[in-house]
């Protein structure tokens, strides 16, 4: 059965084992088994913005402004732990004040916000697309409206921190394939649905169209629609979770949110990250909470199957 619980790990376990290999120019076999043999699995701002999108979805349906989850989070970033009563849910688990490397974008955007001030930023990089899973699960879940009524949440939830056209139809071409592939549409139809939502004079739809490529057309996925194309193309080449992280690992890039990216849709096809993987997430008791949170308010989860 597809959950919360095992989308929100999916996203973990890439984002954390993608994490120490993020600032590596040059990864390769050895720093990926490194990675997964830590000790510890540590995930970045790519599960943290994941789970505060998820427990506000859990908390208030769809009644809540774009950037509620994304200030929460931005206490985590600026804020000491807290030891008071008033910082409830997520703000009051200490694993979530973890500062490992957030995004400029959303840190300086979530700033300006803090301060009443206009976000203003030209931004197209990679954070409205590390976070936006839960969506895709909402509207699946959601039977009386279909994913048109869920596109504008997700247009919304992008444009509150980022500015830039690409951001945007990168994350509706993300939810949608995440949507279709939660509708057990196989992954290259999932993707053609997809791109017919998409703004055809977009770099998003043009990579997205050279995905099934047998070359690679960007290693980086520094920007939306890069980490959208390198972990889409991870997932179409694997043949279980960790060869889908392996994928999108071992780049000359973003490991941590094309991982993060590729470890949702992993997941959507029946991909499960290993549960001694889980067992090691050092945010594992917030993907607990918030996963209480969602099943008693959504009883519905998904038969999980297995599609390439």
Not at 80 to 86: G, K, M, R, S
Not at 87 to 100: K, T
Not at 127 to 135: C, D, E, L, Q, Y
Request: negative net charge.
């Amino acid at each position: 059965m597809i959950t919360i619980r095992n989308l929100l790990c999916g996203v973990a376990v890439g984002d954390a084992i993608g994490y120490p290999l993020e600032f590596n120019s040059n990864p390769n076999a050895d720093d990926f088994a490194e990675s997964v043999s830590a000790k510890v699995l540590q995930a970045s701002d790519d599960t943290q913005m994941s789970l505060f999108l998820a427990e506000a979805i859990a908390k208030h349906d769809t009644k809540f402004k774009p950037d509620l989850p994304y200030m929460r989070w931005y206490v985590t970033q600026t804020k000491p732990i807290p030891h008071t009563a008033a910082f409830e849910g997520l703000l009051a688990f200490d694993c979530m004040y973890e500062v490992r490397a957030p995004g400029k974008t959303c840190m300086s955007a979530c700033g300006a916000l803090s301060n009443g001030t206009k976000v203003q930023n030209d931004s197209k990089g990679n954070g409205t697309v590390m976070r936006i899973a839960p969506w895709a699960l909402k509207a699946v879940l959601d039977t009386e409206r279909d994913y048109a009524h869920y596109m504008q949440y997700v247009v919304n939830d992008s444009f509150c921190t980022h500015k830039n056209m690409e951001a945007t139809e990168s994350a509706k071409a993300l939810f949608m394939i995440q949507y279709f592939a939660l509708h057990k549409v196989p992954l290259r139809n999932a993707i053609e649905l997809a791109m017919r939502e998409v703004d055809p004079i977009s770099r998003a739809f043009h990579l997205l169209s050279f995905v099934d490529h047998e070359e690679d057309f960007e290693k980086g996925g520094w920007v939306a629609e890069e980490a959208v194309y390198i972990a889409v193309r991870a997932v179409l080449k694997a043949k279980d979770y960790l060869d889908a992280i392996y994928n999108a690992t071992v780049i000359e890039g973003d490991s941590d949110t094309c991982a993060a990216i590729a470890g949702a849709l992993a997941v959507c096809y029946g991909m499960k990250p290993p549960e001694e993987l889980i067992a090691k997430l050092d945010i594992l008791p917030a993907i607990e909470y918030v996963s209480d949170i969602w099943e008693s308010h959504y009883r519905a989860p998904l038969k999980i199957h297995n599609s390439s």
